[in-house]
């Protein structure tokens, strides 16, 4: 194995962790449900996600000295305020939408946003390829599989609200594509975060969300694991990682975070899931999949010309 397989086995290595850490992270997040209130957690976990994210951020602007590095911290601020906007709506309908729902659950119908993502896009004028057409024919059939036991009436009001926040997922996904190459992501993620806290501390007031303190001691370890595991590590281990990671495994492995969420609830929460759930996941899996292979082909042709 020469030095660039070394360094790619290594780098999808670490794709593959962080997404086991983003996975594990619903665990996280369906706990600490028990113990505080949604806009709470996010107001905590957004704050110490934005706080951990500094010291790399004062590496990075020491290290470089061209390009985005050099933006004053002040040209974050707007862009932090839009992206933060949206990513607070997604994070939050996702976060309530888990006081009714299964962590498993909830991460199969977040990792929706793969597919929702090139569909809402035609909106930007991107184009749109059959093979995401059949992803996202194959996602409705899986989601279906999955929240629907009989009729309609059957869905769950968890699934439904962490379903709205996906859309906000995948249109958050588009404004940051359209935002990174313009300035330093890093810095961009911690100012969005940062706003993310503010609004969540904001709507947690008015929803009389309680700030006891045996109730944050019960949601430490999940805050704390929101906080720093889910966004400090796992979004550090991912900026380094894309460096050098096969760019059509990227996407792959960063789409097993659903698996784990599914895994995390069974081992941890001991969530039980039928054989129709599993059916669902595994079709819902397949249509996320689908959806990329238009992006995973494109980056094998990139690969095989250099």
Same mark, same amino acid.
């Given at each position: ?5 070394? %360094?790619?086995?290594? /780098?999808?290595?670490? #794709?593959?962790?962080?997404? =086991?850490?983003? &996975?594990?992270? $619903?665990? @996280? ?119 629907? %036991?009989?009729?309609? /009436?059957?869905?769950? #009001?968890?699934?439904?609200? =962490?379903?709205? &926040?996906?859309? $906000?997922? @995948? ?119 689908? %959806? ?15």
């Amino acid at each position: 194995m020469n030095q660039y397989q070394t %360094a790619t086995t290594r /780098s999808n290595l670490m #794709m593959l962790l962080t997404a =086991v850490i983003w &996975g594990l992270a $619903f665990v @996280a997040q369906r706990i600490s449900m028990d113990y505080i209130g949604p806009f709470l957690f996010n107001g905590i976990r957004f704050a110490l996600g934005s706080l951990s994210l500094i010291p790399l951020i004062m590496w990075q602007r020491k290290r470089m000295n061209q390009g985005y590095a050099i933006l004053p911290l002040r040209s974050y601020l707007w862009p932090g305020i839009v992206a933060g906007s949206i990513l607070f709506l997604g994070a939050s309908f996702q976060q309530v939408g888990m006081v009714y729902t299964d962590a498993g659950k909830a991460g199969f119908i977040t990792g929706l946003y793969v597919v929702l993502v090139p569909v809402i896009g035609i909106l930007w004028g991107h184009k749109t390829s059959v093979a995401v057409w059949i992803g996202v024919l194959l996602a409705v059939v899986g989601l279906y599989l999955l929240s629907v %036991a009989g009729s309609l /009436s059957d869905i769950v #009001m968890g699934d439904v609200l =962490v379903l709205v &926040g996906a859309f $906000f997922w @995948a249109n958050h996904v588009l404004v940051i594509a359209r935002l990174s190459p313009k300035m330093d992501p890093i810095t961009l993620s911690a100012a969005q975060f940062a706003v993310v806290s503010v609004y969540s501390f904001i709507a947690s007031t008015f929803n009389n969300e309680s700030y006891a303190l045996s109730g944050l001691v019960g949601a430490l370890w999940p805050i704390l694991y929101g906080g720093f595991m889910s966004v400090g590590v796992a979004y550090t281990l991912q900026v380094v990682a894309q460096k050098t990671a096969h760019p059509a495994y990227v996407s792959i492995l960063l789409s097993m975070e659903t698996v784990f969420a599914a895994i995390g609830g069974w081992l941890i929460l001991n969530e039980q899931f039928t054989t129709r759930v599993v059916v669902g996941c595994l079709v819902m899996f397949a249509g996320i999949i689908t %959806a990329q292979l238009p992006e995973i082909r494109a980056a094998l042709k990139k690969s095989t010309k250099r």
